[in-house]
């Protein structure tokens, strides 16, 4: 009778193997992998082996096995282990092809070796000594790897080929029929490869279709790029969806092979934004936002990215755009409330946020304007009175006062967090603010000026730097924009300047030789704060500048004692600022358009104070 041994040892399958009982084998490969949470035991590949036909055998285990009656993980893992056994019953490789009788018993690989290949495939190692019959039972069968072939016919007959052995055409039938049980299907499309069993599109279209309404998506596309299914445009349509949804991105780009599929795919993703598009204006005349309107969200996010990663024009994909558009919408909401709310304010006032809500919202054309529209004026609504007066000017603009007076009611506004008080709570620090004057680099004319004070005798030997962009949320698709400005805080010693470098204003040729004189100037202490991003972007528009700026000090690495950081996170600058200057930024404009122009004298501040900051930490820490 067949034996389970206690929780630390394998199962010995031998007695149910040689009895032929494939169901007593699942019983103790269910009891073993539920009670270890661990794979297929390495024994028993070495049981079935003594089967006359093993192939065959493993498949009456699997016919006989209970997907119900296994979770979902041990179900995965036995697949992982079963194909690996299957593998190893009917795949030989080319070096042990060709070795024949004349490779030597000391060129084997190693346990270690083999434990290693076998736990990559889902086998649980062990290799307990067994008895001396068994193992020359066991070893005559591993030379034995097709069903029903005697050793010795075997090592006549066997062909020179590389490639895997294939089943017999019976077992092939049998393995195709099997496929029509459902709950099987999952399992037994893992071991088509171990089978080496070839199915012919009339016999994978309806195992494709089960496994997709089983949510196998993974599986589904392994099975259309094995079997060349593309051409079965409808099913390989509503499979990118399915997959789209669960956002698996990943498994969607296994599915785009060519450019012609990518965009098919587009234009999929593209009408289903249109559909519900259309369904959520309608719902939005009552002033309710359907469920649909994060499913638009999420179509629209991940087909832009993968549109953009490809390097695709976005342009015949409106529905697309208008969807990622209001995810902006909604995210440069939100980071203006709390650009509002970090500093204490009590009610609107000019920030950043603004004229990148604006552009988003006016930017969409005709394509669902109106929808756009109004959850905006919705979306700002909810952030209360912060965001009050930029409401009321797109509510007015727009000319939608009727509407929203009749759903403002139904907003439910967003109560900011109180700080908890624990009686330790002190006065808000001052904002950081600079009296140095601030000049715009944005003609030839500026830009020979400052080259020319770098190149001077009495040139400065300090100089903080600091890049800023467009929010990447913002660009459809999340695409990195470059570069807008650049700013740099320069030290003369008896008094101080800040250069504000107009990067998109000017050809990339001229500008990148001010900067190299700049940063590669071994004379001129440059300072950042984690710069590096900075620098990365600012070397894809200008691939000359150094990726090591000589004489550079990274002001993020001085000490910052006291300070509360979350695990694996940077201290911030305005942390720094806090800690050696006793101050806060005002980051009201750090969210802004920064390739606007002319930049508003706010912006001008703001960047100005983000480099001038640099300054000032950097003469504390050397004093």
Request: charged share 25%.
């Amino acid at each position: 009778m067949s034996t389970l041994a206690g929780p630390t040892h394998l199962p010995n399958f031998a007695p149910a193997v040689q009895n032929n009982n494939p169901r007593e084998v699942i019983h103790l490969l269910s009891n073993y992998m539920m009670s270890n949470a661990a794979g297929v035991p390495d024994t028993f590949i070495r049981d079935v082996r003594l089967h006359p036909t093993p192939a065959t055998f493993v498949l009456d285990v699997v016919e006989n096995l209970d997907t119900n009656a296994l979770p979902l993980p041990v179900q995965r893992k036995l697949m992982r282990g079963v194909s690996a056994t299957v593998s190893r019953l009917l795949g030989k490789e080319m070096a042990q092809r060709q070795g024949g009788t004349e490779r030597k018993k000391n060129s084997r690989p190693g346990k270690r070796d083999r434990a290693a290949r076998a736990q990559g495939a889902g086998i649980q190692v062990q290799t307990p000594k067994p008895a001396t019959g068994e193992k020359r039972q066991r070893d005559s069968n591993d030379k034995d790897a097709c069903d029903g072939e005697s050793p010795s016919k075997r090592q006549k007959s066997e062909p020179e080929e590389t490639q895997p052995i294939k089943a017999s055409s019976e077992l092939a039938a049998r393995f195709t029929t099997m496929l029509q049980n459902p709950s099987l299907t999952p399992f037994l499309i893992k071991l088509a490869d171990a089978y080496s069993i070839d199915l012919d599109t009339p016999t994978i279209l309806p195992v494709l279709d089960r496994l997709m309404s089983l949510g196998a998506t993974s599986d589904c596309s392994a099975l259309v790029s094995r079997y060349d299914l593309f051409s079965q445009t409808s099913t390989v349509r509503a499979l990118r969806l399915q997959i789209l949804r669960q956002e698996d991105i990943q498994s969607i780009h296994e599915l785009i092979e060519t450019e012609d599929q990518a965009r098919d795919f587009l234009q999929s993703v593209n009408d289903e934004c249109r559909n519900l598009l259309e369904k959520l204006e309608s719902s939005m005349s009552e002033g309710v936002r359907s469920e649909d309107n994060q499913l638009l969200r999420s179509y629209a996010k991940h087909g832009a990215r993968i549109g953009v990663s490809l390097d695709l024009d976005m342009t015949p994909y409106p529905h697309i755009v208008t969807g990622w558009r209001l995810g902006a919408i909604t995210w440069l909401a939100r980071e203006t409330a709390d650009q509002c709310a970090s500093i204490g304010l009590a009610e609107d006032v000019s920030v950043g946020g603004e004229t990148l809500l604006w552009k988003a919202v006016e930017s969409n054309g005709g394509v669902g304007s109106d929808y756009v529209r109004k959850v905006a004026a919705m979306t700002l609504m909810e952030y209360g009175k912060p965001l009050e007066k930029v409401t009321s000017r797109i509510i007015s603009k727009f000319q939608l006062n009727h509407w929203a007076d009749g759903v403002r009611d139904k907003v439910i506004v967003k109560q900011p967090e109180a700080p908890a008080d624990n009686g330790t709570s002190q006065a808000p620090l001052p904002i950081y603010e600079t009296s140095a004057p601030v000049e715009f680099v944005g003609t030839e004319e500026e830009l020979a000026n400052l080259e020319a004070i770098f190149s001077h005798e009495s040139k400065p030997r300090v100089v903080a730097m600091d890049c800023e962009w467009v929010p990447d949320a913002v660009t459809v698709g999340g695409a990195r924009p470059p570069p807008a400005i650049l700013q740099l805080a320069v030290d003369f010693g008896d008094s101080e300047k800040v250069f504000i470098i107009d990067l998109i204003g000017f050809e990339k040729e001229r500008v990148q030789r001010t900067l190299l004189q700049i940063f590669n100037d071994k004379t001129v202490k440059k300072l950042g704060f984690s710069f590096k991003q900075d620098n990365q972007l600012l070397r894809k528009s200008f691939p000359s500048l150094p990726t090591q700026i000589p004489n550079f000090q990274e002001i993020s690495t001085f000490p910052l004692e006291g300070g509360k950081q979350k695990k694996k996170a940077l201290p911030s600058l305005h942390q720094y600022v806090a800690y050696y200057l006793k101050k806060r930024l005002d980051k009201t404009h750090r969210i802004s358009d920064w390739e606007a122009r002319p930049l508003s004298k706010e912006q001008m501040r703001y960047g100005a104070a983000d480099v001038m900051c640099l300054l000032d930490i950097y003469r504390i820490v050397k004093k």
